[in-house]
């Protein structure tokens, strides 16, 4: 009798990157590509590294979405060149840090795109990007707690009602 | 005879100059304008030829408020169309004829250079005024001044406090049936807010001009623009140091000829008739 050939499962996690996972949330919504995609990407990066437990931003939850978020990636997209200076800016004026390193990685080689085709649709469409941001983040938030709910979670529970309805990010 | 003038300026901020465009959140933006530059549309911050012409107005009336004495003397409409340029508004009356609004315009220097609204009509003015435009890299094609430093690089973001001290131990006493004790502990006017500025030493590329003005017009526009450069101010906060500028220029007779005139004494001889004019304006 031979013994099956040893096999690692490969997981698949270790071939997409933290934004394809995101965007593969949603897969209603195809992803941006060319400068608009890096611009999607490095708005994706910059929310899901805020450090909402710690930061000033997690007073505000309830303007992100419509001021806070907005205001900083417009109003940083007016004092820089590069994508690097932009992100300098507004990732430090959000507290917002990649948490682990593919999502280091992922950050610093989207910043090496051209700059000036992604800031000038960063500064011009503001909206229209945060407004996929913001679908993506809730797809991911709804798949995180369908595949692990905590006893809370569970739909039917009034606590799973109220932490969809409080629009937690 | 008259003559038209140009004047070629550059601007140089000596203080960082407020000029307020779009706000965000607690954050005044500097006003942008699209520029169309070699590597296509961009959002550059300049300075309008308004808020230029504004400034200059202001000087120009307090050179012929304090020349002729006019302090008390006149009626509202009239006192707004020398100092901010008036407003259309239905007057009663008539608005004033062709002629009358020529004479007004010979008489008064300020009306001849500025214009304004008064009596239901517009008087135009001859002065043109140009915008100021940064020397960045993205306006070299228009100031034809060259420039490495970009529109992105150069603005920055100044940040302020609104200080809460009412509480301190310094603070005057306050009246305790004022006090209103049933709000939240925590009430505070305390606040923290930003603008964007141009940096102090940012030079602008204007221009001014008057087409086919007098010689009483060109004096006074001339003493106006000297005043201008030795202490003008530009933009906004300048109550908290903002605003400071200097000029320099370089005049061209365009077409025409004028002859120098001492329009301050020119002016006085006929005070009581510029008064006269400036009440008929209702």
Known sequence: MTRPPHSTPTPTNLTTSPTDRWLAALPVLAPLTGPAGTA????????????WPNSWVGRYRTTYWSQILPDRVLKSTYRANTLASWW???????????????????????LQADSRPVLHILREQTPALLLRVRLVADAVRDQRTAMHPTPAE???????????????? | MTATVHWAGELTARSSIVHAGDTRGTATLLRRETIATPQGLELIPLI???????????IG??????????????????????????????????????????????????????GCAASGTIID????VGKAIPHVSETEHITGIESDV????????????????????????????TVDDTGPADDSNQMRYSIE???????????????????????????????????????????????????????????????????RHHLLDQRADIIDALRELR
């Open chain 1, 88 to 110: 300098t800016q507004v990732s430090t004026d959000l507290t917002s840090t990649p948490r682990n390193p593919a999502e280091r990685a992922e950050t610093a080689a989207l």
């Open chain 1, 40 to 51: 999607e990407r490095l708005l994706l990066c910059l929310h899901y590294g805020i450090d």
């Open chain 2, 61 to 114: 009336e307090e050179l012929l408020r304090d020349t002729l004495e006019l302090e008390g003397t006149l009626p509202l409409t009239a006192a707004y169309a020398l100092r901010n340029g008036g407003s259309l508004h239905k007057s009663g009356g008539n608005p004033l004829s062709g002629r009358r609004r020529a004479e007004i315009r010979t008489l008064v220097p300020q009306i001849g250079v500025f």
């Open chain 2, 48 to 58: 309008s030829g308004n808020a230029v012409r504004g400034r200059l107005r202001r």
């Open chain 2, 125 to 128: 003015g001859c002065l043109q």
């Open chain 2, 197 to 263: 500025t141009f940096p102090a030493g940012t030079r602008f590329s204007t221009h001014f001009r008057l087409d086919r003005a007098t010689d009483l017009q060109i004096a006074f526009f001339t003493d106006i623009l000297t005043t201008f450069a030795a202490t003008g101010r530009l933009g906004g906060r300048l109550a908290i140091g903002h605003g400071l500028i200097s000029l320099d220029t370089q005049t061209e007779i365009v077409g025409g000829w004028y002859e120098p005139l001492d329009w």
């Open chain 2, 150 to 177: 970009s529109a992105f690089d150069l603005v920055q973001l100044e940040t302020y406090s609104h200080t809460d001290d009412l509480n301190d131990h310094a603070a005057p006493t306050l009246d305790p049936a």
């Open chain 1, 154 to 169: 569970l739909p039917g529970t009034q606590a799973g009602v109220d932490l969809v309805s409080a629009g937690r990010p």
